[in-house]
């Protein structure tokens, strides 16, 4: 028989209600020391039927109990203001249920193991809406999501995302026919813009392959691999009470009680958070934007996405230049000549040609930017991996007007592109404004054969080539690896690349566009620029055409440059990891790129009038008595960060070099007049310049004299998109009976790389004795 009591246990416990024998058992209350109440119903000493438990932070749960866990139906009310109406099993929130938020958002749905898993309905604060499946408490599977500016999207989701097939309806009537992938739009599909005749969703299953119509699009989400991602599921321990002896009655049970109701609360404010997140990214993410009215509503347009950028579009029924725009060039596009780019853009078209490329580059630069960060894939890289869009002069839905002519613009492989300039930490705003800015692009002649158009960008920091057919194919083809060389070597030589593009004018002339990093953009005037390729034949220039800017050939240098021991293996180990990278691409005909700044310019007063010398015995004296720098020249000091500029350049991303004279440590070049500068391989490396006098400019023909000055020496590998083919052998076959081995450029890669290395060690940068 029941008989109510009154116990207090020795730790502070107190229980008042009905026992059966020593247990509880009927109706009663259990205090625990810390604070936390049960009153409810009891059975053999298990808090089992209906009760309340209160828990000293204010947390409060009404509902059914059993075996000391809360199973069945009950209310859990938090002191944050959130409150969850609904079955529980162990402890934990399973089957249907409604959950208010502290923020106001609401869920009523099915739960799984405390997480929303089934069908169930998600009301955000701000008025957005899901209708849908549900999986560990993610949109997942079939939904509709509506927001408040009365945008809707019906398809499928995979953890939270968009994901699959899917229609997108605008505020304003228009559709989207297409296909997600996490959360960003990708892959074909058809908008209809409001107005237009309404879409048949039918024909769209069909197109797209499947078809039983819309229920099979919207139903094959369930065959998409949604185990992929996998999420690893909370421990909670679930027991309420423990079985109670007599020596400690519920002892452990309020302990274990108060933690799973702190464990349970936590789990819940985290998935709060998680839909508080979810809201914001939904409204952020709403395609709204991109609804605008068209100017026939008639037109219906066929798109391609790529991770959430439109690299396609045409007009159904239409080609992608618009007759009227061909009519209308028609006659320029016989006034052109087909000799070289010059011949395609002179004067006024060359202006063309330049706001062309800072139209296609800033849309370009400006799509592919938002897209969320991540690893290239190998579908990035390809001919196949591109944006394309067609710029007609009076504007478009994605294009603004211009002064330019019609024209049709492709960008090649943009994701990686886009991590090549991350990872040579180059910002995307500061590349826009640096190229496509107001002041536009300056056009320089082109400095050798090629007949290429070059630009340089404003502040000096880019410059923009343009390619022949063969140049771009080969730079798609070895970009993967060119991608891996310069992400493992950050010291790299080798041209920095920062785009690919190609515009299409008068629907059939097409110019390619490389933009690179300008190896001699520095605070320091360069004084000599030299292309250095280690050949004789025809390797020099006419010298009364040499000016400052000439870029001068491998007979025109008349110096030696000695740098510090360790300054010179490092640069000798990267021209060897870099020779071997192009060697494995069979690439051949490239060259080193040399600039000079003098410490002396004003006693250089022409190319073979050498400086007075300089006073060696003031030098200071480095390790072994070996002369370092003219005391009024350079000088090597250690490297501080605090005390250099770090922005880094267009065309370097590596790390401070060692100096063997500074005892292998990080250093700086303190330059007279104009400052401390940071030393990196190809930028800012200090070096003697010997000037070799000929026998007649002698005062004894038995005594070699140099002339000795400083330099700062900017440098690094370029022109490497000449490939060996069939072509290049035959003419290698021509040519290798009439000269000298050294003087032929075109070569097989192996031996051109060891010649050039050779040439190099030997005649530019010889060891010191």
């Known amino acids: 028989s029941c008989r109510p009591n009154k116990k207090v246990f020795s730790n502070g416990d107190l229980y008042v209600g009905d026992f059966k024998e020593v247990l509880p058992h009927g109706k009663g209350k259990y205090t625990w020391s810390n604070g936390m109440v049960y009153e409810g119903d009891w059975e053999a000493g298990k808090m089992t039927g209906k009760g309340l438990l209160l828990w000293p932070s204010g947390e409060r749960y009404n509902g059914d109990i059993s075996g000391g866990y809360l199973h069945g139906v009950g209310t859990l009310t938090s002191p944050d203001g959130s409150m969850y109406e609904g079955q529980w099993r162990m402890n934990i929130q399973h089957g249907f249920g409604r ?51 009365g945008d809707k999207y019906n398809g499928c989701w995979l953890n939270g995302l968009r994901h699959g097939s ?105 998935r709060e958070s998680m839909h508080h997140y979810s809201s914001g990214t939904f409204s952020f993410d709403s395609d709204g934007c991109q609804s605008e009215v068209q100017e026939s509503t008639a037109v219906v347009y066929e798109r391609e996405y790529m991770q959430g950028v439109m690299i396609k579009e045409r007009v159904r029924g239409y080609t992608e230049l618009p007759k009227k725009a ?51 894939r190998t579908a990035d890289f390809g001919h196949r991996a591109r944006i394309t869009m067609f710029f007609p002069r009076r504007g478009s839905q994605f294009t603004p007007p211009h002064k330019s002519v019609d024209f049709c613009w492709k960008d090649y492989c943009p994701m990686v592109f886009r991590n090549l300039r ?82 299409t004018v008068h629907g059939k002339r097409k110019v390619r566009f490389v933009v690179m990093g300008n190896m001699f953009c520095t605070e320091l005037r360069i004084h000599r620029r030299y292309d250095l390729k280690g050949s004789t034949h025809g390797r020099c220039t006419d010298k009364d055409k040499i000016h400052e800017n000439t870029i001068l050939k491998d007979l025109d240098l008349s110096y030696e440059f000695q740098m510090d021991k360790s300054l010179q293996k490092f640069f000798f ?22 600039g000079l700044h003098f410490r002396a310019p004003e006693q250089l007063n022409g190319l073979l009038k050498p400086p007075m010398m300089p006073n060696i015995e003031s030098s200071p ?77 002698a005062d004894s023909a038995e005594v070699e ?11 690094g590998i370029i022109d490497i998109l000449q490939e060996y083919n069939a072509k290049k052998k035959a003419e290698h076959a021509c040519k290798s009976v009439k000269f000298d081995p050294l003087s032929i450029s075109v070569v097989e890669p192996e031996l051109y790389a060891q010649r050039f290395i050779n040439f190099l060690k030997q005649k530019v940068f010889p060891e010191q004795p």
């Open 621 to 697: 004296a480095g390790q072994d008595g070996e002369v370092l720098f003219p005391s009024k020249g350079l000088l090597l000091v250690a490297h501080e960060p605090s005390s250099v500029s770090t922005d880094p350049g267009p065309h370097i991303r590596g790390r401070p070099l060692r100096a063997f004279s500074l005892g292998d440590k990080e250093v700086d070049v303190l330059v007279p007049g104009t400052g401390r500068l940071q030393v990196q391989l190809g930028v800012n490396m200090p070096a003697q310049a010997n000037q070799k006098l000929s026998r007649d400019e």
């Open 573 to 594: 180990h990267q021209i060897a990891l870099d020779c071997n990278f192009l060697k494995s691409q069979h690439i051949i005909d490239y060259s080193l790129l040399l």
């Open 99 to 149: 959950k208010k938020y502290s923020n106001s958002d609401v869920y009523e749905g099915e739960w799984k193991e405390g997480e929303h898993e089934g069908n169930g309905r998600y009301f955000w604060n701000n008025g957005n809406k899901y209708t849908g499946n549900w999986k560990r408490g993610k949109m997942h599977g079939r939904g509709v999501m509506e927001w408040v500016n």
């Open 326 to 376: 061909e009519k209308k060039t028609k006659h320029h596009a016989k006034e052109t000549t087909k000799s070289s780019c010059f011949g395609i853009f002179k004067g006024k078209n060359s202006y063309h040609l330049m706001l062309n490329l800072q139209l296609g580059i800033r849309y370009t630069v400006g799509k592919i930017t938002p897209v969320p960060k991540r690893e290239v």
């Open 166 to 270: 899917g229609i997108y309806q605008y505020a304003d009537g228009g559709y989207y026919f297409g296909t997600w992938t996490r959360g960003l739009k990708d892959g074909k599909g058809v908008f209809y813009p409001a107005g237009s005749k309404r879409p048949s969703l039918k024909k769209f299953c069909i197109s797209l392959g499947y078809d039983n119509g819309p229920r099979s699009v919207l139903s094959q989400c369930s065959s998409l691999n949604l185990e992929g991602s996998t999420v690893k599921k909370r421990s909670v321990r679930r027991s309420v009470s423990e079985k109670i002896s007599v020596s400690g009655v519920l002892r452990s049970s309020g302990r274990i009680s108060h933690k799973s109701a702190e464990s349970s609360r936590h789990s819940n404010s985290s």
């Open 422 to 503: 991350e990872m040579f930490k180059l910002d995307a705003a500061e590349y826009m404004m640096s190229i496509c800015g107001d002041d536009g692009l300056t056009e320089i002649s082109s400095p050798g054969k090629s007949g290429s158009i070059f630009y340089l960008s404003l502040d000096d920091r880019f410059v923009i080539k343009t390619l022949k057919k063969s140049e771009l194919k080969v730079l798609v083809k070895m970009l993967p690896k060119y991608y891996n060389h310069v992400k493992e070597h950050e010291n790299t030589l080798i041209t920095k690349f920062f785009g690919l593009h190609q515009i």
């Open 705 to 715: 004299l140099f002339e000795v000055y400083d330099v700062v020496i900017y440098m």
